[in-house]
């Protein structure tokens, strides 16, 4: 069995083709960071361009990398949802179309279901059930997961996403584009401990985030008389530790909460490596695991698509009456359901 993903939500383009049986044999990406970095964040209209310009390509790629032919694959699956709506198109439509010419099988994925099974291709894999930290740019939720498709929500952020801070602090300490990797770069240069940042819900007794409001003591740091730029590197530190403070602390609880004992962390901002070495640390103290992505499928990348789409094909999941081309920009994961054999 032979799936081709296709991943194109926001400004990566990734193909990838998972074979069930030799595991992932071919993965190709490409970036959009140098084309919107003039532009200090994504341009919608740009990105769709791009990803024309790219499917293509990035599918012959992967086909010669895997040594295979269209006539073997056995379903397109793509990323349906959520992201931007005219980058999504570009993916669901040339997979539909692709899926149709060759009378196999079409699977929309929900974007944040493959980050969210990417650990299951690294070579210490968790089972089910267990706990996921979804922490990317536009999520931040905790999940508790007993198998594909069948995922409960525990918690998530009430305004801006982790990664979503991480990027708008940037900006305000004038880093340039992707801001959330280059404060993260920057933080590890400074000392943390100078300034006093909330850590906004650690004690609200649910599992849920914010991290609207540390972002505007950021602001207010940077604005205030005695702010010298120099001190970036110091205030990046504190920034850092308070959002991984905040993540470890509800991840940990909903891992005490639901009894389990694996944790998953997911999304771009898992692969910050202060955020890996305090979960690890304090997950090890109580014998729990916690698993990770490897670090090249940390970002948006076809291989967790085309993964994902393998899990519901071989459960029986098939594309139902008429091809029809939608996506879903805005798409809860707790609305997603178990794979439906037709």
């Known amino acids: ?44 209209e740009l990105a769709s361009r791009d990803h024309i310009r790219r499917l293509p390509l990035l599918v012959r790629e992967a086909l010669a990398q895997a040594g295979c032919t269209f006539a073997e694959l056995d379903a397109v699956a793509y990323t349906a949802g959520p992201g931007l709506a005219g980058a999504l198109l570009v993916g669901a439509s040339f997979a539909e179309a692709l899926a149709l010419s060759l009378s196999i099988p079409a699977l929309p994925i929900h974007h944040l279901e493959g980050h969210l099974l990417s650990p299951l ?75 006093k940042l909330p850590r906004p819900m650690l ?18 740091v940077v604005s205030s008389p005695g702010w010298r730029a120099e001190d970036g590197a110091d205030l990046a530190a504190d920034f850092q530790d308070a959002v991984v403070e905040v993540l470890c602390a509800k991840a940990l609880r909903a891992l005490s909460d639901t009894g389990l004992t694996q944790l998953v962390v997911a999304g771009g901002v898992g692969a910050n490596r202060q955020l890996r070495a305090r979960l690890d640390a304090a997950a090890g103290c109580r014998g729990w695991s916690v698993h990770y992505p490897e670090p090249a499928l940390c970002t948006d990348n076809g291989a967790m698509i085309a993964f994902a789409g393998a899990l519901r094909l071989a459960a029986g999941e098939r594309t139902c009456g008429a091809r029809v081309v939608k996506v879903r920009p805005r798409w809860p994961l707790a609305e997603l359901q178990a794979p439906a054999p037709v």
Not at 125 to 153: D, K, N
Not at 203 to 220: E, H, I, P, Q, Y
């Open 1 to 44: 069995m032979k799936v081709l993903g296709i991943e194109s939500s926001c400004d990566e383009t990734g193909v990838a083709i998972y074979d069930g049986t030799a595991g992932l044999i071919a993965d190709q990406l490409h970036s959009q960071i140098d084309l919107h970095a003039a532009y200090g964040g994504v341009v919608p």
């Open 121 to 195: 291709l690294a070579a210490r894999p968790p089972v089910f059930p267990f706990v996921a930290l979804l922490v990317s740019g536009g999520h931040t939720q905790l999940m508790e997961v007993t198998g594909v498709g069948q995922y409960a929500l525990l918690g998530e952020t009430v305004d801006d996403a982790a990664g979503e801070a991480f990027d708008k602090t940037a900006k305000l300490l004038g880093l340039g584009y992707p801001g959330g990797p280059q404060l993260a770069r920057l933080a590890e240069a400074g000392c943390g401990g100078r300034f």
């Open 203 to 220: 004690r609200s007794g649910d599992l849920d985030f914010s991290f609207s409001g540390l972002k505007t003591a950021v602001l207010n």
